[in-house]
């Protein structure tokens, strides 16, 4: 089954404690991109990546990283967590050729930083 | 330049009437606007796409109008039911085709 996956799926932790929510697609698909969700706020982009190697910020980058070693995996790393973060994450992934207009998401991550 | 501005906020109506939401952007190279649907505790999904060579698109009971000149577009859904209540967000993918902005979303309550 083509699909988008993230894990965790729910995760409580502290201020300044190191975490990676991973992000996982089957579809052999080049872009990749992470979102924040907030009430009232919509998606914003956090980074996305157009390939292997190849990455660059978004709208709300500040206090997040990223890596893309691989082209099915693109982790987002929260290096000291603080409560600003706390929010619903999507992993979304989409071609860059052919049909290269519809983004597919995961399950999405809700992450609480106390 | 590259925000998007989606109305109403909320919007609450009778089952079987139709719903519309509309939203504006500014960036006159944006080529593609979808509309996605969230529904409680979901990912968002794709329902409806129109890209910028075409005026309207429709896929049954929903429908998607784009004037490119007024930089709007809007999201139609006609004989709405209770399982049309969801949050829905429009997008445009702006200049250089890299980033997809959405609007803020509305919250669509359709009651029996």
């Known amino acids: 089954e083509a699909q988008v996956t993230q894990n965790p799926r729910y995760l409580i932790t502290v201020t300044g404690k190191k975490l990676t929510v991973t992000c996982s697609q089957n579809?052999?698909?080049?872009?990749m991109s992470w979102y924040r969700q907030d009430p009232g706020l919509g998606l914003r982009q956090i980074y996305y990546?157009?390939?292997?190697?190849?990455?660059d910020k978004g709208d709300v980058p500040e206090g997040y990283k990223v890596s893309r070693k691989e082209k099915r995996n693109f982790p987002l790393i929260l290096e000291s967590p603080s409560p600003n973060q706390t929010s619903l994450y999507f992993c979304?992934?989409?071609?860059?050729?052919?049909?290269?207009?519809?983004?597919?998401f995961g399950p999405g991550t809700r992450l609480t930083v106390l | 330049g590259e925000n998007v501005e989606q109305h109403p906020s909320t919007l609450s109506v009778q089952e079987g009437d139709s719903a519309v939401i509309k939203c504006t952007y500014s960036?006159?190279?944006?080529?593609?606007f979808p509309w996605y649907k969230q529904e409680l505790g979901k990912r968002p999904q794709l329902i409806i796409d129109?890209?910028?060579?075409?005026g309207e698109k429709k896929d049954q009971r929903i429908a998607v109008t784009l004037n490119k000149t007024a930089k709007h577009f809007s999201l139609h859904i006609t004989e709405t039911q209770p399982e049309d209540s969801a949050v829905y967000f429009c997008?445009?993918?702006?200049?250089?085709?890299?980033?997809?902005?959405f609007g803020a979303g509305t919250r669509l309550a359709v009651h029996p």
């Open positions: 979304a992934s989409r071609p860059t050729s052919g049909r290269a207009y519809e983004q597919f």
């Open positions: 579809m052999n698909h080049e872009y």
């Open positions: 990546s157009m390939n292997v190697e190849v990455t």
């Open positions: 960036d006159s190279a944006s080529n593609y």
């Open positions: 129109i890209r910028s060579n075409v």
């Open positions: 997008a445009h993918r702006t200049g250089g085709y890299n980033k997809l902005i």
